[in-house]
């Protein structure tokens, strides 16, 4: 079946707003299932042209099997950047939907701002594309659930940019937390610190957007606050505005607490407890500075394994703009940013890190058992895979059906941080429970023109 036309595309976007449920049937009903031939070249196209997406770009340019065919940006220095480089093949775009209804694109990167990952993602599986997105995947619950179930509705695949994953470190401490050494573990603690102090990210004193700078579309569907800058710069600083992403929270999180996920094989939580704020930072951003989460795992949350206690287990996270202290991984004491993840076991306690991780027994708990062999194959990159998934349409390991796992605890804290009280959550339904005014604030509210597609909320 063909694709659907760019004029076909548009049309159906516009007469709702520019979304969904019109573009979702003209789109789907077009969608040409594509058979790869191992001669095919892979079309891949970049929505958001800043450092990430151009580092993910380049991770998948540099394979002989891709070809670059689409840059799109609202800054026009940043797309033409992009273009430049592949300057025989790439077209510069301004409206990442004018993009999504070109033929000459299979698949796209969306390395835009956290606040319009949900939407750009969910109009990629309609138009037909694969898609790469990079994390934090969403922002609200609902937009976690309607990502994961639009690319299931229209057969796309996708990954989730969590590079950490692939790393053969994460690989041995699964293994090590998989084959019981530890014992059970009934808590694991989870950091990511850095010190800002005293200015922050500073203050601005230029508020007017650049020559041909799109802000009302750079803003989208969350608010269209001032423009400021810094917050353009790049994603560090935009981890300081809330409405844009959410804080360092949706930021880091999902690289660090996707090791004890992965490893234990942890669903949804059942309470989510969160605090924090931004107490001692001045500068020209609003997000919190301290942020500390309780993420409590039932039984109806867990899959039984040597190392998951039937009765559940607590997750901690706790994240500090203000002072940069790493406990044993700390280090040498310059400030700098440091992480780290603690797995309590009741024969003994391992940490670690991106690049490394010890072992510290409980007395002479852990004496004659042996360090598991390598079982968990290497990745051959992330981007590599996602490329190889999209031949064989198979889903990769950090598809939005694993990530969303990861995603869910994430952006549940940060309605607990904004509601002020926990959460608690039904792992089999997908829904809050016995609090309504957090279940309607976990759907959101898109600005005009922008709505959010709730038909894609059930699965």
Same mark, same amino acid.
């Given at each position: 079946m !063909? %694709? !659907?036309t760019r004029r076909e595309f548009i049309r159906n976007t516009a007469a709702l707003g520019a979304v969904g449920v019109a573009a979702a049937k003209a789109a789907s009903a077009q969608t040409r299932r594509k058979r790869w031939s191992p001669n095919d070249r892979i079309h891949v196209g970049l929505i958001g042209c800043g450092g990430m997406g151009r580092a993910n770009l380049g991770a998948c340019a540099s394979h002989p099997d891709?070809?670059?065919t689409g840059a799109c940006d609202v800054w026009p220095e940043r797309r033409e950047a992009v273009v430049a480089e592949h300057p025989t093949t790439c077209k510069?775009?301004?409206?990442? %939907?004018?993009m999504l209804a070109a033929d000459d694109i299979d698949a796209v990167i969306i390395a835009t701002l956290p606040h319009w990952h949900a939407l750009q993602a969910i109009h990629a599986c309609e138009a037909g594309k694969d898609l790469y997105i990079q994390k934090p995947m969403t922002l609200h619950l609902g937009e976690s659930l309607a990502v994961r179930n639009a690319v299931k509705k229209h057969g796309r695949i996708s990954q989730v940019g969590t590079q950490i994953h692939a790393s053969e470190n994460y690989r041995r401490v699964v293994e090590l937390i998989r084959s019981g050494n530890l014992g059970k573990v009934g808590v694991v603690r989870t950091f990511h610190v850095m010190n800002q102090m005293p200015g922050g990210i500073g203050h601005s004193t230029d508020n007017t957007p650049p020559k041909g700078f799109d802000w009302d579309m750079w803003c989208g569907p969350a608010e269209l606050g001032a423009y400021n800058s810094i917050l353009v710069q790049n994603a560090y600083n935009h981890s300081s505005w809330m409405a844009y992403s959410g804080g360092w929270t949706p930021g880091m999180a999902p690289h660090i607490i996707d090791l004890p996920i992965w490893a234990l094989e942890l669903g949804y939580p059942s309470e989510i407890t969160s605090a924090g704020g931004r107490y001692?930072?001045?500068d020209d /951003?609003?997000?919190?500075?301290?942020h500390d989460v309780l993420w409590r795992y039932t039984p109806e949350g867990l899959t039984p394994g040597a190392a998951?206690?039937?009765g559940g287990l607590t997750m901690q996270w706790w994240t500090s703009l203000t002072n940069s202290y790493g406990f044993d991984l700390h280090g040498d004491p310059e400030p700098r940013r440091r992480l780290g993840i603690y797995f309590h076991g009741s024969n003994g306690t391992l940490y670690s890190?991106? /690049?490394m991780h010890k072992v510290m027994p409980e007395g002479t708990r852990m004496d004659g058992l042996v360090t598991p062999e390598p079982s968990i194959p290497p990745s051959p990159g992330h981007e590599r895979e996602w490329l190889d998934c999209i031949r064989t349409r198979t889903q990769p390991s950090c598809s939005v059906f694993y990530h969303v796992k990861l995603d869910v605890p994430v952006v549940l804290s940060l309605l607990s941080l904004k509601l002020g009280r926990t959460i608690r959550f039904d792992p089999k339904t997908e829904q809050?429970?016995?609090?309504k005014k957090a279940a309607q604030a976990a759907i959101p509210e898109y600005r005009d023109p922008w709505r959010f597609p709730k038909e894609y909320l059930r699965a």
């Open positions: !063909s %694709r !659907s891709v070809v670059v510069p775009y301004a409206d990442y %939907r004018d001692l930072l001045e /951003g609003d997000a919190y500075d301290t998951v206690p039937k890190d991106y /690049g809050i429970v016995e609090d």
